[in-house]
Nanobody, 119 residues
Framework: QVQLVESGGGLVQPGGSLRLSCAAS????????TAWYRQAPGKQRELVAIITSGGSTNYAESVKGRFTISRDNAKNTVYLQMNSLKPEDTAVYSC?????????????WGQGTQVTVSS
C-alpha cells in the first residue's frame, strides 16, 4: 500500500519559517519525481516546487528565493523549507510522487497539511 504522509504544517507569523516533510512508503522512492502543491480556499491547486530523483528543481515564481525543495532518497522523504512566509502562502500543502513505468502513470498524493500565515 502506497502512503505519502506530510507533517510540519501549522500557524506561523508573516516572515517566519516552516519545514514540511513528506515520508513515502510502498514505492521505490528513487524512481519518482516528487513535488509540493498547494491549494488556498477558493483557488485552484498550484504547483509550488518539484524535484527529480537526481536533484533537479523548479519553483513557482511566487516562491522563488523563499522556498527550497529537497529530498533524501535513503529516507524516502521530500522536504519543503519555507522562509519569509507571507499571508498569501496560506494553503493546504500536499506532496505528490509521480512516475511513468512504460505506459502506466503512477501518481500518488498525500493527505495534505495546513499552513496558515497570520499575525
Amino acid at each position: 500500500q502506497v502512503q505519502l504522509v506530510e507533517s510540519g504544517g501549522g500557524l506561523v507569523q508573516p516572515g517566519g519559517s516552516l519545514r514540511l516533510s513528506c515520508a513515502a512508503s510502498g514505492i521505490i522512492f528513487s524512481n519518482y519525481v516528487t513535488a509540493w502543491y498547494r491549494q488556498a480556499p477558493g483557488k485552484q491547486r498550484e504547483l509550488v516546487a518539484i524535484i527529480t530523483s537526481g536533484g533537479s528543481t523548479n519553483y513557482a515564481e511566487s516562491v522563488k528565493g523563499r522556498f527550497t525543495i529537497s529530498r533524501d532518497n535513503a529516507k524516502n522523504t521530500v522536504y519543503l523549507q519555507m522562509n519569509s512566509l507571507k499571508p498569501e502562502d496560506t494553503a493546504v500543502y500536499s506532496c505528490n510522487a509521480k512516475a511513468i513505468d512504460r505506459t502506466i502513470l503512477h501518481n500518488h498524493w498525500g493527505q495534505g497539511t495546513q499552513v496558515t500565515v497570520s499575525s
